[in-house]
C-alpha cells in the first residue's frame, strides 16, 4: 500500500491541524493504521493507532485528550485531528500501515508515507 500524508503546517501553540494519510494500491480497510513522529535528534516515537475497522483506538500518553485518530474507509483514508498544539509536537509526522492487527511499535509496520512537516511555535 501506498500512503501521501499531507496538512502539515506552521501553527502558533494552542492552534489546531487535521492530518490526512490517503492510501491507495490495496485494500485499505485490511490495514491497521497508525501516525508516528520524529523531532530533530530524536527517535520516532508512537503517536496514535486505529484498528481496521476503527474499534480500537491508543494514544501515546503525550497526545492523549488533545489528538484523535480516525479513518474513512470508503475514501481509503485516515486522518490524526490535533488540537492544542505544543511547541514540542514539532515534528515530522509519519502515517504507516500493517496488515491485521493494531499495533504502536514502528518495527511492526510495513509501509510509511513520506512525512509531513508540523512546526509549533510558543
Known amino acids: 500500500v501506498q500512503l501521501v500524508e499531507s496538512g502539515g503546517g506552521s501553527v502558533q501553540a494552542g492552534d489546531s491541524l487535521r492530518l490526512s494519510c490517503a492510501a491507495s494500491?490495496?485494500?485499505?480497510?485490511?490495514?491497521?493504521m497508525g501516525w508516528f513522529r520524529q523531532a530533530p535528534g530524536k527517535e520516532r516515537e508512537f503517536v496514535a493507532a486505529?484498528?481496521?475497522?476503527?474499534?480500537?483506538?491508543r494514544y501515546a500518553d503525550s497526545v492523549k485528550g488533545r489528538f484523535t485518530i480516525s479513518r474513512d474507509n470508503a475514501k481509503s483514508t485516515v486522518y490524526l485531528l490535533m488540537n492544542s498544539l505544543k511547541p514540542e509536537d514539532t515534528a515530522i509526522y509519519y502515517c504507516?500501515?500493517?496488515?491485521?492487527?493494531?499495533?504502536?511499535?514502528?518495527?511492526?509496520?510495513?509501509?510509511w508515507g513520506q512525512g509531513t512537516q508540523v512546526t509549533v511555535s510558543s
Open positions: 494500491g490495496r485494500t485499505f480497510s485490511s490495514y491497521a
Open positions: 486505529v484498528s481496521v475497522n476503527g474499534g480500537i483506538i
Open positions: 504507516a500501515a500493517r496488515e491485521g492487527t493494531s499495533a504502536t511499535m514502528a518495527r511492526d509496520f510495513r509501509s
